[in-house]
């Protein structure tokens, strides 16, 4: 038996009618046993319903780390979601016939204080409070001063983070098969201070700096954490990754140009 586990968005009409239409299917499939959520452990693969924010959701509560992602979009943007609502149906069959595409996503470990996170897409620092004109912080690789940052904050992004919020602030895009660190500030008052990319063998740390006294550590858009001058975020790449069952016939670019319009002429 080939066990899953189901994820949705029960806020969207859209990913429950979809949710409601998979179980009538698998249930004409006697190779796949439905695990609930709690049993999410013993899932070999876990099926994500809705966005990005759904899959997101999956992935910090994966504790195998064997289990595969297969990401149903529900009808928004989700870059990472990348099954149609009309193709779900040839995965399964895939799965089946043993002819599942895969795609690794690496991704961060985020240490605070005592208490260890994951990161798929990015971390970011910004101001604890609106009333605060800048953020002052600091990064150091492996033990090395990096730089200085004072603005509204500062993005460190995967790959795979390349084309969220760190593209919004006016990062780079990175093709996701790689390990790497993205360094975006946001709204920098030097503005010679430009987003850059860093080897993902190394470990950083990010720290605030005077006259900063607090700060609000934001992981993935879901975790919010506030630090104090003398505290240290702490991040570098798993050994482990994410992975993601992809379409058939797909690439990366096919990808930028459907979701995020990259390279045509809009005029």
Not at 163 to 174: C, E, H
């Amino acid at each position: 038996m080939i066990k899953l586990s189901i994820i949705y968005n029960s806020e969207k009409e859209s990913a429950i009618n979809i949710y409601k239409e998979l179980l009538e299917f698998l249930k004409t499939k006697k190779e796949f046993e439905i695990l609930d959520e709690e049993n999410l452990h013993k899932a070999s693969y876990i099926v994500t319903i809705g966005g990005d924010g759904t899959l997101l959701r999956a992935f910090r509560n994966i504790k195998n780390k064997k289990a595969k992602i297969i990401a149903i979009n529900s009808g928004t943007l989700g870059y990472l979601t990348e099954i149609r609502k009309d193709k779900y149906k040839e995965i399964f069959e895939n799965i089946l016939r043993n002819k599942v595409s895969i795609e690794e996503r690496f991704f961060f470990m985020v240490n605070i204080g005592n208490r260890r996170y994951k990161a798929l897409n990015e971390v970011f620092l910004t101001r604890d409070t609106i009333k605060r004109n800048i953020v002052a912080s600091e990064i150091y690789v492996d033990d090395k001063f990096l730089g200085k940052f004072k603005g509204d904050g500062v993005i460190i992004s995967t790959p795979t983070g390349s084309t969220a919020y760190s593209l919004s602030a006016g990062g780079p895009i990175v093709t996701p098969e790689q390990k790497l660190f993205v360094i975006t500030p946001i709204a920098p008052h030097n503005l010679n201070t430009r987003p850059i990319i860093l080897s993902g063998d190394v470990k950083l740390v990010l720290t605030l700096s005077e006259p900063s006294q607090l700060g609000l550590v934001n992981i993935d858009g879901h975790t919010h954490k506030t630090i104090k001058l003398e505290e240290k975020v702490e991040i570098f790449y798993s050994k482990e990754s994410l992975k993601i069952v992809i379409p058939e016939a797909r690439n990366y670019y096919d990808v930028l140009r459907e979701k995020l319009k990259w390279g045509e002429n809009l005029c």
